[in-house]
């Protein structure tokens, strides 16, 4: 996420994967139908409440990194060897989403952060391990970035079965490890600059 001089907000992404990944561009309008894809029976039934555009992976209709008309934006990145999601059970499978329906029912249902956070906190969707057309054997392991028309941003991880929370002030998100790993790796970085460093001299020997 970048911030512009006249207070907008701009994010992008990049996409490094060892395989290609067939996209297309699709525009999703008010009132459309979904049911997200679990394991065996359909999942969580919903209609969209906010238009939305984005980018699709191999023909399966849901928004992977997109844009509703609120300005809601929202990306998935990879979390290999991290994500875990929830096991379905009868009790909880008119909750179910898979890696990918949850980006789109996020951008279609929500305005802002806050109420992304808050439909979470209450339990409204769960994350199915569901195996996805084009992603191999295994459910895509994946973790959000999702951001709002203000700047606010929130990073979003399926971590040993349950949805855990980041409030992201830095704006961005990267693949694994998980996002509380990344905030404290950046110290390692503290010293660095883009200014050279002085000459220093030990015991006669001068280095720079």
Not at 66 to 81: R, S
Not at 155 to 163: F, Q, R, Y
């Amino acid at each position: 996420m970048l911030r512009t001089a006249d207070g907008g907000i701009v994010h992008g992404r990049t996409l490094e994967f060892g395989t290609p990944i067939d996209t297309s561009i699709v525009v999703v309008p008010r009132g459309y139908g979904f049911a997200g894809k679990a394991p065996g029976e359909p999942g969580l039934k919903y209609n969209a409440k906010y238009a939305a555009v984005g980018s699709i992976a191999f023909d399966n209709l849901a928004i992977a990194d997109g844009m509703n008309e609120k300005g809601l934006a929202i990306g998935a990145f990879y979390l290999p060897t991290f994500a875990k999601y929830t096991e379905i059970t009868d009790a909880n499978r008119s909750k179910a989403l898979s890696p990918l329906d949850f980006t789109n029912w996020v951008l279609t249902q929500f305005a802002t952060v806050g109420e992304v956070r808050a439909a979470i906190e209450r339990g409204e969707a769960v994350i199915a391990p569901t195996v996805l057309e084009g992603w191999g054997t295994k459910a895509p392991p994946l973790h959000y970035a999702v951001y709002d028309s203000v700047g606010v941003c929130l990073v979003v991880e399926p971590v040993d079965g349950k949805l855990k929370i980041y409030d992201n002030p830095i704006g961005t998100l990267t693949n694994s490890p998980t996002f509380d790993w990344h905030i404290t790796n950046l110290r390692n970085y503290l010293a660095l600059s883009s200014i050279n460093v002085p000459q220093l001299e030990i015991d006669g020997v001068k280095l720079q």
